[in-house]
C-alpha cells in the first residue's frame, strides 16, 4: 500500500525594519527581511526535502494584504535544495508602511524549470493571487505523487512596522496542508480469482478545485473524474489488500465535509480503461474529511454490493481519520 508522508510545514516569517527609514514624503522606502524555515517534520506527518524530489524545487510565496486587498506579492525557490529555508529581502515605500497588513504564505512544489519568472506554476495556478489558488488540472490529484504536498499559512498578528505605539517587525505563520488526504484500500482480494482482481480504477468526484489561502475556505465543489492505477496486492491469505487511491482534496479550516463519490474497478490499466471491461462499481457516501488529516477507508469493496454510508464523527482527536466497511 502506498502511504504518503504528512509533514507539518511551519512558515516562520519574520519580518524587520530596516534601522535607516528615508522620509515618506521623498518617496522612500523601509527595507524588510522575510524568512521562510521549515522545522522538523513532527510525529503525526513526515516529510522529505527538496533533493528527495528530483526535477522540483520548493518554491514560496509571501503575499501581504491590505484587509482583503492584495498589495504586493514575493516569490523565491530553494533552488539549492538545501531545505535550509529562505530569506526575502523586499522594499516597501514608506508611505505605504504606514499601514498594517495581513501575512499570506503557499509553499509547494515547481518543475526546476518554472523558476525563471513568477508566471509560471506546477500542480497549482496562484497567478490570481494566494485568494484564488486553483489546481492547474482538476483530474491530477493523486496523492501519490508526493510533488504535490502544498502548505498555507495566514500570520497571526499583522505586520505594522511603522505603529508608533507597538510596532510589530515579526510575524510568525505555522502553516499546515489546504487539503485532506483519502486513502481508500480493497481488503477481499484472496477471495477473487485473479482475473477478477482491480488493476486500475476511476472516480467520479464532486470536490472543490480552489482553494483561498487567506480565508482557509475551499471553492464550492464541482464534478472531476480520473483514473489511477492499483497498487499490486500485499499481504498473505486471508489477509490480503489492494491500495486503490490516495488523493488530495481542498478542506475548510474550520468544519469537517463530507464527499460522495463513485469508483468503478477495471480488469485493465488505467490507461486501458476505454477498452477494459468494469468489474464492479462501488458507491461511498458521506466519507468525512478534513483539512490536514488522513482519511483511511477500507473494507471488502469488490465482495460486499450495494451503497455503504459512512457518517462522520467532528469530535475525533486522533491524526487518521479511519473508516472500514
Given at each position: 500500500?502506498?502511504?504518503l ?9 519574520a ?9 515618506p514624503?521623498?518617496g ?5 527581511t522575510?524568512?521562510a ?5 513532527d510525529?503525526r ?22 484587509n ?17 529555508g529562505?530569506?526575502?529581502?523586499i522594499?516597501i515605500?514608506?508611505?505605504d ?23 509560471q ?9 494566494l ?9 491530477e ?12 499559512g ?6 505594522d ?15 499546515k ?9 480493497t ?13 486500475s480504477?476511476?472516480?467520479?468526484y ?31 491469505a ?8 490516495s ?14 463519490f463513485?469508483?468503478?474497478?477495471y480488469?485493465?490499466?488505467a490507461?486501458n480503461?476505454?477498452?477494459?471491461d468494469?468489474?464492479t462499481?462501488?458507491?461511498f ?6 483539512q490536514n ?17 459512512v ?9 487518521d ?5
Amino acid at each position: 500500500m502506498k502511504k504518503l508522508s504528512f509533514a507539518i510545514l511551519s512558515a516562520v516569517v519574520a519580518l524587520t525594519a530596516c534601522s535607516k527609514q528615508e522620509d515618506p514624503v521623498n518617496g522612500g522606502f523601509v527595507e524588510a527581511t522575510i524568512v521562510a524555515s521549515v522545522p522538523a517534520p513532527d510525529i503525526r506527518f513526515r516529510s522529505s526535502n527538496d533533493a528527495d524530489y528530483p526535477g522540483y524545487v520548493m518554491r514560496y510565496i509571501v503575499e501581504l494584504y491590505d484587509n482583503t486587498t492584495l498589495y504586493k506579492r514575493f516569490t523565491q525557490f530553494d533552488s539549492d535544495n538545501s531545505d535550509a529555508g529562505n530569506v526575502f529581502n523586499i522594499r516597501i515605500p514608506a508611505a505605504d508602511a504606514a499601514k498594517s497588513y495581513t501575512v499570506v504564505v503557499w509553499a509547494d512544489y515547481v518543475p526546476e524549470g518554472n523558476t525563471s519568472s513568477d508566471t509560471q506554476d506546477g500542480y497549482y495556478d496562484t497567478q490570481a493571487g494566494l485568494t484564488a489558488i486553483v489546481l492547474a488540472d482538476p483530474t491530477e490529484i493523486s496523492a501519490d505523487t508526493t510533488t504535490r504536498d502544498a502548505f498555507y499559512g495566514v500570520g497571526t498578528e499583522e505586520l505594522d512596522i511603522m505603529n508608533a505605539t507597538t510596532p510589530v517587525t515579526s510575524v510568525a505563520v505555522t502553516c499546515k496542508r489546504p487539503f485532506a488526504q483519502i486513502n481508500i484500500t480493497t481488503t477481499d482480494i484472496a477471495y477473487l480469482a485473479a482475473s477478477e482482481q482491480p488493476k486500475s480504477v476511476s472516480i467520479a468526484y464532486s470536490i472543490p478545485t480552489g482553494f483561498n489561502a487567506l480565508t482557509g475556505i475551499p471553492t464550492a465543489p464541482v464534478a472531476v473524474a480520473f483514473a489511477a492505477d492499483a497498487d499490486a496486492p500485499v499481504g498473505t491469505a486471508p489477509n490480503i489488500s489492494v491500495h486503490l487511491s490516495s488523493n488530495f482534496v481542498f478542506a475548510s479550516s474550520t468544519q469537517v465535509a463530507l464527499a460522495d463519490f463513485t469508483m468503478t474497478f477495471y480488469d485493465d490499466t488505467a490507461e486501458n480503461q476505454a477498452t477494459a471491461d468494469p468489474l464492479t462499481t462501488y458507491e461511498f457516501t458521506n466519507i468525512p474529511f478534513q483539512q490536514n488529516y488522513r482519511t483511511n477507508v477500507s473494507g471488502n469493496l469488490m465482495t460486499m454490493g450495494g451503497a455503504v454510508t459512512v457518517t462522520a464523527n467532528p469530535g475525533y482527536e486522533t491524526p487518521d481519520i479511519d473508516e472500514t466497511l
